[in-house]
């Protein structure tokens, strides 16, 4: 799927998913990234939905998403829908910030519409 890049933001665009791959901006990424309008991190060491089981790898993760004071955090879980365990979202929403989960296609046009819209979104992007 390929997107068009939005110059009259200079929040961080999604242009384009493939099974895989992601590009943002100019570059291509082919690992798990965290996204927000000022921040590209990142995050090797979740592959899929499963990774996120594991407690101290979840509450780093979570601690660095919500370090970039989202209002929405997006989850992009890959080609389809997969939703993580139910304390992963719950840390989200004990710390008042909504969280949606969809398939990572989804996640990155959600986020591009929101960032620009100056949104305070964050998007944890499998490929």
Avoid: K, W
């Amino acid at each position: 799927m390929r997107f068009n890049q939005d110059s009259s933001s200079h929040a961080h665009v999604v242009r384009a998913y493939r099974q895989g791959e992601l590009e943002i901006d100019d570059e291509t990424h082919r690992t798990t990234v965290i996204v927000s309008a000022s921040t590209l991190e990142s995050a090797p060491q979740i592959r899929g939905v499963e990774d996120l089981s594991d407690a101290e790898a979840m509450r780093a993760l979570i601690a660095r998403m919500l370090a970039l004071e989202p209002e929405l955090a997006l989850i992009g879980t890959g080609a389809s829908q997969v939703f993580p365990a139910t304390g992963f979202r719950a840390q989200f929403l004990s710390a008042g910030v909504g969280v949606e989960v969809m398939d990572t296609g989804a996640a990155c046009r959600t986020f591009n519409v929101l960032a620009a819209e100056r949104r305070r979104v964050v998007a944890l992007l499998m490929v």
